[in-house]
């Protein structure tokens, strides 16, 4: 199996740090033409120098995906840039730590508008942008929606509606032969999580089938088969990259009969 994107135009959203930057650059790397937007000025600017440095040549624009108006303008460019759009990620996410019950108003509607609403303006964009020849829209879930935390319901709800909308999504867009998938990170290893790993390390591997936190790059890899054509009748549907993080109760047990 080998991946080509060759021709293709990708977009990433949230696509300067993180899960977002190694998506950008696994299709950078398989051939892709790339467009990556953020909120940060410094941070995009950062991630271009280091794509460019690694031989890519990746179009960038600060964008908030909250603001409809910035990402009917971005897609614009992007086509204008590079003639087509093939496939949108959609991986820009905030994860305010609040109670429910103790959520300010403003962090309520900007979590939705930034984890939900953006999906809804992306699916817009695929229709316009996609429907003569096809495409590819997938978006970003996350573990809390198998399983929500205390201290983030908030997010949590805000992506199991992303699953949901998902699903909805690829029965209205399959009549314009875009698919429309989804990714449910576990634990993986960013600047975001380094705090808690670095804490509760041995605590959070214990539930894991793998014993072992995941890498951007394993993420990135289930996007880009999401978007290949060896997933061409695969749509409402997610893969979970979790190292089989709570697959069973007492993961730990296979490794302790190891040590035996």
């Known amino acids: 199996m080998k991946f080509d994107f060759?021709?293709?135009?990708?977009?990433?959203t949230g696509g300067s740090t993180g899960i977002g930057l190694a998506i950008a650059e696994q299709f950078a790397s398989l051939g892709a033409r790339v467009a990556i937007c953020g909120r940060s000025l410094d941070k995009l600017g950062e991630a271009k120098e280091l794509l460019q440095q690694r031989g890519f040549n990746v179009f960038s624009r600060t964008v908030d995906v909250a603001d409809g108006a910035q990402m009917?303008?971005?897609?614009?460019?992007?086509?204008?840039q590079f003639g087509r759009l093939d496939v949108w990620v959609n991986n820009a996410a905030i994860c305010p730590?609040?109670?429910?019950?103790?959520?300010?108003?403003?962090?309520?509607?900007?979590?939705?508008?930034?984890n939900l609403k953006a999906i809804y303006y992306s699916a817009r964009i695929a229709r316009e942008k996609m429907a003569q020849r096809g495409g590819s829209l997938i978006n970003a879930a996350s573990f809390a929606t198998r399983?929500?935390?205390v201290g983030s319901g908030l997010y949590a709800a805000s992506k199991s509606a992303v699953v949901s909308l998902t699903k909805s999504l690829a029965a209205e867009l399959?009549?314009?032969?875009?698919?429309?998938?989804?990714?449910?990170?576990g634990v993986i290893k960013t600047d975001m999580t380094a705090p808690a790993i670095e804490k509760n390390?041995?605590?959070?591997?214990?539930?894991?089938?793998?014993?072992?936190?995941?890498?951007?790059?394993?993420?990135?890899?289930?996007?880009?088969?999401?978007?290949?054509?060896y997933a061409s009748y695969i749509t409402g549907s997610f893969i979970e990259v979790s190292g089989g993080k709570f697959c069973v109760q007492n993961p730990t047990v296979a490794w302790d009969e190891m040590e035996e």
Do not use: C, Q
Not at 73 to 78: G, I, L, R, T
Not at 97 to 111: C, Q
Not at 213 to 226: K, N, Q, R, S
């Open 72 to 80: 009917f303008a971005f897609a614009d460019e992007v086509e204008a």
């Open 97 to 114: 730590y609040h109670k429910i019950i103790d959520t300010p108003e403003e962090v309520w509607d900007e979590t939705l508008s930034i």
């Open 6 to 12: 060759s021709g293709k135009v990708i977009v990433v």
């Open 147 to 149: 399983m929500p935390s």
């Open 201 to 229: 390390s041995d605590l959070m591997r214990e539930v894991i089938a793998m014993n072992d936190f995941g890498e951007a790059d394993d993420v990135a890899h289930a996007v880009a088969f999401l978007a290949s054509e």
């Open 174 to 185: 399959a009549p314009f032969y875009i698919r429309v998938n989804g990714y449910i990170p």
